[in-house]
C-alpha cells in the first residue's frame, strides 16, 4: 500500500479547506461548529452547512450574537467566474441592505420593526469604522459559472449555486429555530460566506465590453424564494487565501454590533412612557408585576375584584409625571395614592419594566363611552 496515497487524494476535497478556516475562526476568538445539520423545508431533508461561528457579548440585559454562516469549496481545475453589471441602487425590485437578525427581546425588535431601519444599520455600522463586512456593492453580480483553468471554457454554476442554497437555507432555518431553543433575552445577526479555494474572478459586462478582473472578494445579493416567501440575503464570496485577513473586519463587526445594539436599546426606553406605541409594547410584562399589589389594595380598600386589563398607563402631561390608570372611583384612587406599601411595589415594576425611577400616581381610568 503507497502510504501516502490516500493523503494526497483527500487533499482534492474541501474537508482540508473546512479545517484551515476552522482554525482560522480560533485564532480570531470565534465560536466554531462544523458541519451543523439543518431541515431543509422544501426538500424536506435534512443537510449540513460547513461551518457556523459566533462571538457573543452581553449588552445591558440581551446576549449580542454576531454569527457566521459558512460554506467552503475547493476546486483545482476550475475557477469561479461572477458576472456583473453596473449597479443601480435605485432599483425598486431589489434590496441592497437586506439585514437578517433575529430577537426575543420586545424592545429590540420594536426599533427593528421601524420602516427603512435596515438601511439605516448599514448606514450606521459603516460609519462606526466597519470598512468592507456591509459594504454596499460595487457592481451586480447577476450570474456565475466554473471555468476550466486552463481552456477558459464554461462549465456549468452547479457547485456555487449549492453553496449559496445551503447559505440562505441554514439561515433561514436558524432563524426559524431560536425562537424554540433560545429562552433569554438575545440578538442574532447573520452573515453568510461562501468560500473558495481557488481563484476568484469578476467578468463585468458594459454593453458589448466585457472586462476581466482577479478578486479577493465581492458581495452578492442573491433573491430566493424561502418557504414561499422571497427573500434578500447578502453573500460574500471570498478566497480561501485572503479569508483570515478579511476576518478582521467581521471581528470589528461584532464589536460594532455591540454599540449599535446598545444605543438601539436605549433609543427604545428614552422617554417611553411619553410614547403609547412604546409603553404599550412592554404593558403586559407591567402588568404581571402589579397586578397582586393593585388586586390587593383595590379589595382591601372597595371589596372589588379588579382585572389586569383594566391597568394601564398615560402621561400626565400637566404634572409632567406617568399615571396608572384604574376603573375605580375618586374614593379608592384617593386610598391608593396613599398606600406606602402599594405604590414602593408599582414603583419598582415601573424601574424594572420602563427603566423610570420618578414620580407617579393613580388616576381613573376615564372612558368616554
Not at 437578517?100 to 424592545?107: G, L, M
Not at 469604522?129 to 456593492?137: A, D, M, N, Q
Not at 433573491?223 to 485577513?245: D, G
Request: aromatic share 12%; hydrophobic share 40%.
Amino acid at each position: 500500500m503507497e502510504s501516502d496515497k490516500y493523503a494526497k487524494e483527500i487533499l482534492k476535497t474541501g474537508f482540508v479547506l473546512e479545517i484551515k478556516i476552522a482554525d482560522a475562526l480560533r485564532r480570531g476568538g470565534w465560536t466554531v461548529i462544523s458541519n451543523k445539520y439543518y431541515e431543509d423545508d422544501f426538500e424536506g431533508s435534512v443537510r449540513e452547512i460547513d461551518l457556523l461561528a459566533y462571538k457573543v457579548s452581553k449588552v445591558q440585559h440581551i446576549s449580542v450574537y454576531t454569527t457566521l454562516l459558512i460554506s467552503c469549496k475547493k476546486s483545482d481545475s476550475n475557477i469561479w467566474a461572477l458576472l456583473a453589471r453596473n449597479i443601480n441602487l435605485k432599483d425598486p425590485n431589489s434590496d441592497w441592505w437586506p439585514l437578517h437578525a433575529w430577537s426575543n427581546d420586545k424592545a429590540i425588535l420594536f426599533e427593528l420593526s421601524k420602516p427603512g431601519m435596515a438601511k439605516t444599520y448599514h448606514e450606521d455600522i459603516i460609519k462606526f469604522g466597519v470598512h468592507e463586512v456591509l459594504s454596499v456593492p460595487d457592481f451586480e453580480v447577476f450570474a456565475f459559472q466554473e471555468m476550466n483553468r486552463t481552456s477558459g471554457t464554461p462549465q456549468n454554476d452547479k457547485n456555487i449555486f449549492s453553496s449559496l442554497t445551503s447559505l440562505m437555507k441554514a439561515q433561514a432555518y436558524e432563524l426559524g429555530a431560536l425562537s424554540q431553543r433560545k429562552k433569554s433575552p438575545s440578538i442574532y445577526q447573520f452573515n453568510l460566506i461562501s468560500i473558495i479555494d481557488s481563484d476568484l474572478i469578476r467578468l463585468r459586462l458594459d454593453g458589448d465590453n466585457i472586462s476581466q478582473a482577479s478578486i479577493e472578494s465581492e458581495h452578492y445579493i442573491s433573491r430566493y424564494i424561502i418557504k414561499k416567501n422571497e427573500i434578500f440575503s447578502r453573500i460574500r464570496f471570498v478566497k480561501a487565501s485572503c479569508f483570515e485577513e478579511k476576518l478582521k473586519d467581521y471581528g470589528n463587526l461584532h464589536e460594532t454590533n455591540c454599540r449599535w445594539f446598545d444605543r438601539t436599546c436605549n433609543t427604545f426606553y428614552d422617554g417611553i412612557l411619553k410614547d403609547w406605541k412604546r409603553s404599550s409594547v412592554l404593558i403586559e410584562d407591567f402588568r404581571a408585576k402589579v397586578r397582586w399589589p393593585i388586586y390587593w389594595a383595590v379589595k382591601h380598600a372597595s371589596g372589588a375584584q379588579i382585572e389586569t386589563a383594566g391597568i394601564s398607563l398615560e402621561w400626565n402631561e400637566k404634572d409632567n409625571l406617568p399615571s396608572v390608570t384604574l376603573l375605580e372611583d375618586q374614593v379608592v384612587i384617593a386610598q391608593l395614592n396613599n398606600d406606602s406599601k402599594l405604590k414602593s411595589a408599582v414603583s419598582s415594576a415601573l424601574k424594572d419594566v420602563y427603566r423610570y425611577a420618578g414620580e407617579f400616581r393613580f388616576a381613573i381610568d376615564e372612558i368616554p363611552f
